[in-house]
């Protein structure tokens, strides 16, 4: 199982958290399609006592195959990559990761 990430920074400009919760990850979800095992958006939330959270979004897709979704960000990628302008100016921080 593998986990792709992608984290908006506490200073993302113009970011629209329901746009991405709503419209954005779900839509790269359903391009993944089978191969995403699971998806999930996170909004970070300061805890008291605590160091501010080091992040203002994030969203987590789990697939089972790296090559499926190379193919998919091959076919897809300009397209997910335009609809970035759609919830923020910033652009965020992507990350891959073996789960274990």
């Known amino acids: 199982m593998y986990c792709a990430s992608v984290v908006y920074p506490t200073d993302a400009e113009n ?4 746009y991405f ?3 954005h990850a779900p839509t790269f979800a359903k391009l993944l399609g089978e191969n995403c095992v699971r998806f999930e958006v996170h909004r970070a939330l300061a805890t008291p006592g605590a160091p501010p959270p080091p992040f203002a979004a994030a969203a987590y897709f ?7 979704f190379g193919a998919t960000l091959a076919e897809h990628g300009a397209e997910i990559y335009a609809d970035i302008a759609n919830f923020s100016s910033t652009q965020p921080t ?7």
């Open 15 to 18: 970011f629209d958290f329901e």
């Open 21 to 23: 919760r709503s419209r």
């Open 62 to 68: 789990w697939v089972t195959s790296p090559e499926a």
């Open 94 to 100: 992507r990350g891959w990761a073996e789960v274990l």
